[in-house]
């Protein structure tokens, strides 16, 4: 199983990003996974901001701020990202959970600056 991620960048305080997950597993496998985006700044342990998987579930830092989502047709989940913060700089994973499945994207970089 892999995850790509993409959609990171460099944005100002305020801004936004949309950062999405494709994996390539079978429609019906990923349409079962739960799906989260973890983030992990320098120097931190990585740490869940959302999941889903019939329903969303948010980090508190980030209620109100982030909006996972996810589209089956796709095999990919999304992460959009307002209201950014300095504090939110991190690389940002993906991970796919089904069955025995259990697997990372490789992340992508957000930086924000102040």
């Known amino acids: 199983v892999q995850l790509q991620a993409s959609g990171g960048g460099l944005v100002q305080a305020g801004g936004s990003l949309k950062l999405s997950c494709t994996a390539s597993v079978s429609g019906t496998v990923f349409m079962l996974a739960a799906l989260g985006w973890y983030r992990q700044a320098p120097g931190q342990e990585r740490e869940l901001v959302a999941s889903?998987?019939?329903?969303?579930d948010y980090a508190d830092f980030v209620k109100g701020r982030f909006t996972i989502s996810r589209e089956n047709a796709k095999n990919t989940v999304y992460l959009q990202v307002n209201s950014l913060k300095p504090e939110d700089t991190a690389v940002y994973y993906c991970?796919?959970?089904?069955?025995?499945?259990?697997?990372w994207g490789q992340g992508t970089l957000v930086t924000v600056s102040s």
């Open positions: 991970r796919l959970q089904s069955g025995s499945i259990s697997s």
């Open positions: 889903i998987g019939n329903d969303a």
